[in-house]
């Protein structure tokens, strides 16, 4: 299975903002859209990554405040990026050694979506439960 596979079941939404908002407005917008992490877009061009870690860490640890703190300050500029042609492997491994849970999909300068460590895992247990229904059905002798 591939990225873009994924992509059409869960739908292409991106929740991004900009790098000049400050930390607090971004915490809202991740909690209205009820995720953990959004994309820093600016100029239709991939800046960045915000996640609930990057706050934990950079702000709550370090006793920073979020309302006087923006985004650019904390956010990660080196992200890690997959495109839509990329397998559930490759990504669960980019995933584990660089211990992200959050993969843009970006072919070219475009941001296709986002892909989560949650989707990555669903997609894995429903390939394995057709190829357990597929073993079965071969072992009792049906045809599938």
Request: one cysteine or more; proline letters at 1%; hydrophobic letters at 40%.
């Amino acid at each position: 299975m591939t990225v873009n596979q994924i992509l059409s079941v869960k739908g292409n939404d991106v929740h991004s903002i900009v790098s000049t908002i400050t930390v607090y407005e971004a915490l809202k917008v991740m909690g209205e859209k009820n995720v953990g992490a959004v994309l820093v877009i600016e100029d239709n061009l991939l800046k960045g990554v915000l996640s609930e870690r990057d706050y934990a860490r950079k702000i709550v640890l370090k006793n920073k405040a979020s309302k006087d703190t923006y985004v650019h300050e904390i956010m990660e500029r080196n992200v890690i990026t997959v495109n839509p042609a990329d397998n559930l492997d490759y990504c669960m491994e980019l995933m584990s050694t660089k211990r992200i849970r959050h993969l843009p999909v970006v072919e070219g300068n475009e941001v296709l979506g986002v892909i989560s460590i949650g989707d990555v895992v669903k997609s894995i247990i429903e390939i394995q439960k057709v190829t357990i229904q597929h073993l079965d059905s071969y072992i009792s002798g049906a045809k599938v």
